[in-house]
């Protein structure tokens, strides 16, 4: 079966740019996760989908950034006004259910904020 | 809140030596935390190394095995004898089976010299 698939692979902003990334899960999976992680840091959580619905958002600063998954299976997430505290990497991962009890990633997409 | 602390890298190990990277938990809102490692080898994508879900188990993958520690709220990762190829980052994580969500630490980067 094909991975989680993500794009861009990079992105370079200036301060105030707009970007959006791209997520598509391993069909099936209804649950789709976005991390962020800073360089040489862990994973940090900052949304996550069952299906359509945020189940979770209170780690995504709101004010600027916003993650949709309209139809449960796509997913975008967006910062309107990029800081250089954003740059990082951004992760996106899927999970069928918590019988299987495991987080697939995909390659993530890298950020740089100038 | 919860968290995940594992031993700060890099740690350097000659191959064929034996290995243990240290992981420490808290779960204060978790009441039956499930207990991962994932590993991310160069050029790749984080991945699923080994999980445990019960408390007092041992989970293990490719040479690599840990244990849930519920009194000393530990999951160190052990490995008898390391090779070249398990040169990696690899990242302790708590898992909520409540509400589907993950916790991971900082990542421990690990070089295997021959």
């Known amino acids: 079966e094909a991975g989680v698939t993500q794009s861009p692979r990079y992105a370079v902003l200036q301060e105030g740019q707009a970007v959006s990334f791209w997520c598509d899960p391993i069909?099936?999976?209804?649950?789709l996760y976005w991390y962020q992680q800073p360089r040489d840091q862990g994973p940090q959580l900052l949304v996550y989908?069952?299906?359509?619905?945020?189940?979770?958002n209170s780690q995504l600063p709101s004010d600027r950034f916003s993650a949709v998954r309209p139809k449960g299976t796509n997913s975008t997430l967006k910062i309107q006004s990029a800081k250089q505290g954003d740059t990082a990497t951004y992760l996106c991962a899927s999970s069928r259910d918590w019988v299987q009890n495991t987080l697939y990633f995909g390659a993530g997409t890298r950020l740089s904020v100038l | 809140g919860d968290s995940v602390t594992q031993t700060e890298g890099p740690v350097t190990v000659s191959e064929s030596e034996s290995l243990i990277i240290n992981c420490t938990y808290s779960a204060t809102s978790i009441a039956y935390p499930n207990l991962f490692w994932y590993v991310r080898y160069p050029g790749e994508g984080l991945q699923l190394l080994l999980k445990v879900i019960t408390a007092g188990q041992k989970g293990s993958s490719r040479g690599f095995e840990a244990t849930y520690n519920k009194e000393t709220t530990s999951f160190h990762l052990q490995k008898a004898s390391v090779q070249e190829s398990d040169s990696a980052v690899y990242y302790c994580?708590?898992?909520?089976?409540?509400?589907?969500?993950?916790?991971f630490g900082a990542g421990t980067r690990l070089k295997v010299i021959a």
């Open positions: 069909s099936g999976h209804d649950t």
């Open positions: 994580a708590l898992g909520d089976p409540g509400n589907y969500k993950y916790v």
């Open positions: 989908f069952r299906d359509e619905a945020v189940i979770d």
